[in-house]
């Protein structure tokens, strides 16, 4: 069961998704669906399939401003600055909905005999 009201997080991403999906031709697909040789992408052949600590550590970003940031010079970086100038926009919803996660947090402390999976 989600903590966040489905209808609040639609409210808030669907706008988001429209702009996203704009620059799209009709049949084109916003998101990549499989390997683009071009593009440093998930469905990239890696050189090593054995996880280790590098893999995990990433520079953070500590607020919504430092994640909006990060993520319009991860989009134009891969050719994407009609993506980047949405930047903002995301940064707003990630605040936003993390404002509506911490409203639907339990307030009161919970028993140690009960387990708390988040």
Do not use: K
């Amino acid at each position: 069961m989600s903590s966040i009201d489905d209808t609040a997080l639609r409210a808030l991403a669907a706008p988001l998704f429209d702009a996203l999906t704009a620059h799209c031709a009709p049949g084109q697909v916003p998101f990549p669906l499989g390997p683009n040789p071009r593009l440093a992408s998930y469905y990239a052949q890696r050189t090593h399939t054995a996880m280790s600590l590098d893999d995990f550590l990433v520079p953070s970003s500590l607020d919504a401003d430092g994640f909006g940031a990060r993520l319009a010079a991860h989009w134009r970086a891969h050719g994407h600055p009609e993506l980047a100038a949405h930047a903002p926009q995301v940064a707003e919803a990630a605040r936003a909905l993390h404002a509506l996660y911490a409203a639907a947090r339990p307030q009161a402390e919970l028993s140690p005999y009960v387990y708390q999976m988040f």
